[in-house]
């Protein structure tokens, strides 16, 4: 069990992949972090020294700081949030204990530009991939990237002219890669391929490739996913609407899939059963 003011990476792991995931920052000195670039996913990279600075900036309710080894780097900074009123925890043991119990980690050279408020840019009317993706992104990669929904021609010179990263478009990096989408292609380059994660991406790759035999979800997921394209005429109301689709289909991944419904009825007065 974890000691007063800490968490364990286990119970961290746990909270991931939710709208109520505390915010991660990573506090390690430069040394630690180019020994192993690696970040626990949806974590921030900030200096220490200079918490006074962007503390001012954090707006989350709660927070959990990873240090080398969970002692004097993120005690301090946890210290300093809580003197700003932030619930603020250690990760007990650290990156070095994270990394020790085999828990998801994401190649910081992979995070080029995609942390801290990133924007990313592709066709507008969203479906199925371009939903899940900027659901992986928001709770595994940047909780505060952006997402940007234009017209299919221009998506590569809006990303060009703004900065923005293009996805699910051909010819460009986060793609489709053969028969897996753009969904999968994240999953692999980002190291996320956990098994409730592995579980959510044939579902998607089923629905979003009309391949509806791959996995039995793929069907209600994709009824689900033009439904919502109906009810909303504005991309960005679809998408926060279905970020809560997806956190569903996740935690049955992670936590429901064997478990079962059925309607019962109780022995009563009249006598049923």
């Avoid at 289909?249 to 059963?273: C, L, P, Q, T």
């Amino acid at each position: 069990m974890a000691s007063f003011g800490a968490i364990s990476a286990d119970k961290l792991c746990r909270l991931l992949g939710s709208f109520q995931t505390p915010l991660i920052v990573d506090v390690r000195d430069t040394d630690d972090f180019e020994a192993h670039p690696y970040l626990i996913p949806g974590s921030f990279h900030r200096n220490y020294r200079h918490v006074d600075a962007w503390a001012d900036e954090i707006r989350a309710a709660s927070v959990v700081v990873v240090c080398q080894k969970g002692k004097k780097l993120s005690e301090g900074v946890a210290a300093h949030l809580r003197l700003r009123a932030i619930s603020a925890e250690v990760l007990e043991g650290g990156m070095a204990a994270w990394a020790a119990a085999g828990m998801p980690q994401v190649p910081a050279a992979r995070l080029n530009g995609a942390q801290g408020g990133s924007l990313w840019v592709t066709r507008s009317r969203p479906k199925i991939d371009r939903i899940a993706c900027p659901w992986l992104i928001r709770r595994f990669v940047d909780p505060f990237a952006r997402f940007l929904f234009v017209a299919s021609a221009e998506v590569a010179a809006v990303a060009e002219r703004f900065d923005a990263i293009p996805f699910d478009i051909e010819g460009v990096f986060w793609s489709h890669r053969g028969e897996r989408c753009t969904f999968d292609t994240m999953l692999e380059e980002f190291r996320l391929e956990t098994p409730p994660l592995l579980a959510l991406a044939e579902i998607i790759r089923g629905a979003d490739t009309n391949r509806l035999d791959l996995a039995p979800q793929s069907a209600g997921l994709l009824a689900a996913s033009l439904g919502l394209s109906r009810l909303y005429s504005s991309d960005l109301q679809q998408l926060e609407q279905g970020l809560l689709l997806y956190d569903a289909y996740y935690r049955w991944a992670r936590d429901a899939m064997d478990e079962k419904h059925d309607w019962v009825v109780r022995g009563g007065s009249n006598g049923i059963s």
